[in-house]
T-cell receptor
Framework: GAVVSQHPSRVICKSGTSVKIECRSLDFQATTMFWYRQFPKKSLMLMATSNEGSKATYEQGVEKDKFLINHASLTLSTLTVTSAHPEDSSFYIC???????????FGSGTRLTVV | KQEVTQIPAALSVPEGENLVLNCSFTDSAIYNLQWFRQDPGKGLTSLLLIQSSQREQTSGRLNASLDKSSGRSTLYIAASQPGDSATYLCAVSPDSGNTPLVFGKGTRLSVIA
């Protein structure tokens, strides 16, 4: 399957600052990128879907101004958590679109802790 | 709206046992079903992908079955090992397009040495 590189794997930031998470699809042209959020011992919750070169589509209840998504190329999508607060602390995972005959691949995730 | 349920939520077994994890989905009109493994604090690793036209897939000690008409899938793990301890997630794909997966809540497996 596709090789997906997600960075950073872990970040601690102060409340009020912004954090950028990068997701790179190394060997697969990701026209679409899905961004998920996962709370402890819970399943993945889709936050938004980004398409290369266009604006992201956000799920209901997800603030687009807080979670800025940029998908400017077929290999890179970024999620920026702006003015982070402790309640934004979570595990964020990206996933490029479907690979024929393989299904979906996921990044290794980013553990965000806002203090 | 598609809903995916996984039973049990947690399972603890002694090493060497064979075990079955269950997944059910409410809408049988799926394109395929994928089983993932997630270790604590890590991303998801794809284990098996079953197309809607298939009945089962095997990889090593893992065997996944699919009964699309009844909305069920099982993941069978043979001769379990402590290294199998992880959370196992079942997810269905509703169509052939770039549509996000619908996930179950997972089964947390502990294999005791």
């Amino acid at each position: 399957g596709a090789v997906v590189s997600q960075h950073p794997s872990r970040v601690i930031c102060k409340s009020g600052t912004s954090v950028k998470i990068e997701c790179r699809s190394l060997d697969f042209q990701a026209t679409t990128m899905f961004w998920y959020r996962q709370f402890p011992k819970k399943s993945l919750m889709l936050m938004a879907t980004s398409n290369e070169g266009s604006k992201a589509t956000y799920e209901q209840g997800v603030e687009k101004d807080k979670f800025l998504i940029n998908h400017a190329s077929l290999t890179l999508s970024t999620l920026t958590v702006t003015s982070a607060h402790p309640e934004d602390s979570s595990f964020y995972i990206c996933s490029p679109g479907r690979e024929p005959n393989y299904g979906y691949t996921f990044g290794s995730g980013t553990r965000l802790t806002v203090v | 709206k598609q809903e995916v349920t996984q039973i049990p939520a947690a399972l603890s077994v002694p090493e060497g046992e064979n075990l079955v994890l269950n997944c059910s989905f409410t809408d049988s009109a799926i394109y395929n079903l994928q089983w993932f493994r997630q270790d604590p604090g890590k991303g998801l690793t794809s284990l098996l992908l079953i197309q809607s036209s298939q009945r089962e897939q095997t990889s090593g000690r893992l065997n996944a079955s699919l009964d699309k008409s009844s909305g069920r899938s099982t993941l069978y793990i043979a001769a379990s090992q402590p290294g199998d301890s992880a959370t196992y997630l079942c997810a269905v794909s509703p169509d052939s397009g770039n549509t996000p997966l619908v996930f179950g809540k997972g089964t947390r497996l502990s294999v005791i040495a």
